[in-house]
């Protein structure tokens, strides 16, 4: 079955700081990738949709400056949590879409801003 | 924007008891996909929906997709221990095989518990 491979798992970095989550998809090409947030005790909610080769569409509210779309490839995205504070702490999950299977989900990243 | 109303938000039940939840939408979907979450994972898909009045099973699980379009229930039958976790409905405005790539509606949630 389709596998999207997510990482890192957890990263806790310091306030003002960058990260980046890959997420790439391990045996198949996924044109469009999708990535969410998810709060504690909350729902995923879209963020934004990344298109191979061309740039990334936000959903209303996401700010495309802080959070940096990047798929440079048909089985690689990337995303970028930029000057990072404690509000941005949450669970992010990329999800990718694959033949008649619905969405397929990496296993998300666990993001602890101090 | 669309929202998915999922309920209920959590229910405790004894092994062997079979479950029902369901999601309702203010909005047509044409695509409905039912999902288990846990602690820490990503969501892993349990059945996809992708016609009106579809009813579909996956083992102890069955879903249905309603007829209006604007809701779905899954149930699962004879409940076990590892059927504890956190299920969300998805719903997609595009045919699966109609093209549109946009992303999922999530429902809130329902949080399984399943008392011995």
């Known amino acids: 079955g389709a596998v999207v491979s997510q990482h890192p798992s957890r990263v806790i970095c310091k306030s003002g700081t960058s990260v980046k989550i890959e997420c790439r998809s391990l045996?198949?090409?996924?044109?469009?990738m999708f990535w969410y947030r998810q709060f504690p005790k909350q729902s995923l909610m879209l963020m934004a949709t990344?298109?191979?080769?061309?740039?990334?569409?936000?959903e209303q509210g996401v700010e495309k400056d802080k959070f940096l779309i990047n798929h440079a490839s048909l089985t690689l995205s990337t995303l970028t949590v930029t000057s990072a504070h404690p509000e941005d702490s949450s669970f992010y999950i990329c999800?990718?879409?694959?033949?008649?299977?619905?969405?397929?989900f990496g296993s998300g990243t666990r993001l602890t801003v101090v | 924007g669309q929202q998915l109303n999922q309920s209920p938000q959590s229910m405790f039940i004894q092994e062997g008891e079979d479950v029902s939840m369901n999601c309702t939408s203010s909005?047509?979907?044409?695509?409905w996909l039912w999902y288990k979450q846990e602690p820490g994972e990503g969501p892993v898909l349990l059945i996809a929906?992708?016609?009106?009045?579809e009813l579909t099973s996956n083992g102890r699980l069955t879903a249905q997709f309603g007829i209006t379009r604007k809701d779905s229930f899954l149930n699962i039958s004879a409940s076990i221990p590892s059927d504890v976790g956190i299920y969300f409905c998805?719903?997609?405005?595009?045919?699966?095989?109609?093209?549109?790539?946009?992303?999922?509606?999530f429902g809130k949630g329902t949080h399984l518990i399943i008392q011995p």
């Open positions: 999800s990718a879409r694959w033949g008649g299977q619905g969405y397929t």
């Open positions: 045996d198949f090409q996924a044109t469009t």
């Open positions: 990344s298109n191979e080769g061309s740039k990334a569409t936000y």
């Open positions: 909005s047509i979907f044409n695509t």
């Open positions: 929906l992708y016609k009106a009045g």
């Open positions: 998805a719903g997609k405005r595009y045919p699966y095989s109609g093209g549109g790539a946009d992303g999922l509606t």
